[in-house]
């Protein structure tokens, strides 16, 4: 410690010790090297640890799962069914054809068969037929149209007649009403679907026939009949 030298009241000296300034002694000096030096190797050791991680890490992948896209299992339900005159059945199987059929015979119209679906249910259901009665169908066959008319006409693809390679006849009298009057220039599209009373598997239909007329509207005497047929392979 440094002594410093003061006079008293009585007019004598004293010496009076005094401290050091705790940043002068040597005990404060090493502390804050110690300090230092441990605060320098952790943010080595961190740092090398961040290398590491990033050298070693490793990601893995899955297939997005329905419920990640938002989807519920009500959807899976809605893709087995087919619905006819707000009546739902369901699908066992199902089996779409593309079609390449265009009839263009008719200076009033275009009509297309886009697609063929033949759906397999998965046990028989009851099917009241207006034309056939009630009766037990196994299956359903629906056909996609495309109609452009090239002036006013009036097409009745929806109340048509289908011959099956099985044999059987059914008419097409479900709800579906896309037809009718169609005017020049316009262009409809829709589906028609009939029942199958006995359906095997969604192979067991080798070919339809089907049948419909139209007529133009500035005459309704005059009759165009479509009548043709599709091969399933």
């Known amino acids: 410690m440094a002594k410093k030298v003061i006079k008293g009241e009585d007019g004598k000296e004293y010496e009076v010790k005094t401290k050091k300034p705790f940043y002068k002694r040597i005990w404060f000096w090493i502390l804050i090297v110690i300090v230092l030096f441990i605060g320098f190797g952790t943010m080595g050791g961190s ?43 369901a699908v066992g199987s199902t089996k779409s054809f593309t079609t390449n059929y265009t009839d263009s015979s008719w200076n009033d119209a275009t009509v297309t068969v886009n697609k063929v679906t033949i759906y397999k249910l998965t046990k028989p259901h009851k099917y009241n037929s207006a034309n056939d009665g009630k009766f037990n169908a196994e299956g359903f066959v629906r056909l996609y149209f495309t109609v452009t008319a090239k002036s006013d006409i009036s097409l009745y693809a929806t109340q048509g007649t289908a011959i099956y390679s099985n044999g059987e006849q059914h008419e097409a009298d479900s709800l579906e009403n896309w037809d009718g009057d169609i005017n020049n220039g316009a262009t409809k599209t829709g589906a028609v679907t009939l029942p199958v009373e006995s359906l095997a598997n969604t192979s067991s239909l080798t070919t339809i026939r089907y049948k419909f007329t139209a007529n133009p509207q500035s005459d309704m005497s005059v009759e165009k009949d479509y009548d043709f047929t599709l091969n399933l392979k």
């Open 47 to 89: 740092g090398s640890s961040k290398s590491s991680e990033s050298a070693s890490g490793k990601a893995t992948a899955h297939k997005t799962t329905n419920s990640e896209k938002g989807e519920s299992s009500a959807k899976k339900s809605d893709a087995s069914s087919i619905t006819v005159d707000y009546n739902k059945y």
